[in-house]
Every structure is written in C-alpha cells, then in structure tokens.
C-alpha cells in the first residue's frame, strides 16, 4: 500500500507562486504515472500535470507554461511548481500516482491552495 501525502497549502496573491510537495511512502521507481490533480469547489476533478519516468508528460492548457512538475528520486517526492497563479487555480490539489506493474492507483487526502484577486 502507497501512501501519498502532499504538502505546501496556501494563500497567495494573484500572480505569485506556490510550490506544493507529495511524499510517497515508499519508492517511486515503480509508480507510473504520478501527477497532479485538482478540484474547485462545485466542478469536478480535473488533471493538472504529469509525469512519467521522470519526464513531464502532460499539462493542462490552463497551466501550462505556468506550472511545472518534478521528482526527485532520491527522495520520492513528486513537486508542483505554480507560477503566475490565478484566482482560477483556487482548488483542492490532489497528489496521484499509479502502480506500472498492479495498476492500483493512489491518492493524497488533498491540500488546499487558495489565490485571491
């Protein structure tokens, strides 16, 4: 059983930056894809970023440009990057990975990123 937890909630201006961090429990050599996900309130969940092997493997067009993804083994962590935030971005950020070899998949309990006008 993976556990993800992220951190690096907050409040921030319009145009300013966040760096969100998901600690999985274990290694993430076997975890493929992880990502980002989001929810704002009364809209569904929806793909943000991720990444495969290492290597950024899908943004949403609504970030892109804005937002980077990375890992770092060493540390199986898995970070957001967010740039030029917008009162858009508010939501609940959601960490994810999947296993590559049982295909179960794992989320954090989500934290909270909020960007005022």
């Known amino acids: 059983q993976v556990q993800l937890v992220e951190s690096g909630r907050g409040l921030v201006q319009a145009g300013g930056s966040l760096r969100l961090s998901c600690k999985a429990s274990g290694s993430i050599f076997s975890l493929n894809p992880m990502g980002w996900y989001r929810q704002a309130p009364g809209k569904q969940r929806e793909l943000v970023a991720t990444?495969?092997?290492?290597?950024?493997?899908n943004y949403a067009g609504s970030v892109r440009g804005r937002f980077t993804i990375s890992t770092d083994y060493a540390q199986n962590m898995v970070y957001l990057q967010m740039n030029s935030l917008k009162p858009e971005d508010t939501a609940v950020y959601y960490c994810y990975a999947r296993h590559q070899v049982t295909r179960a998949e794992y989320w954090g309990q989500g934290t909270q990123v909020t960007v005022s006008s």
């Open positions: 990444v495969r092997s290492g290597i950024p493997t």
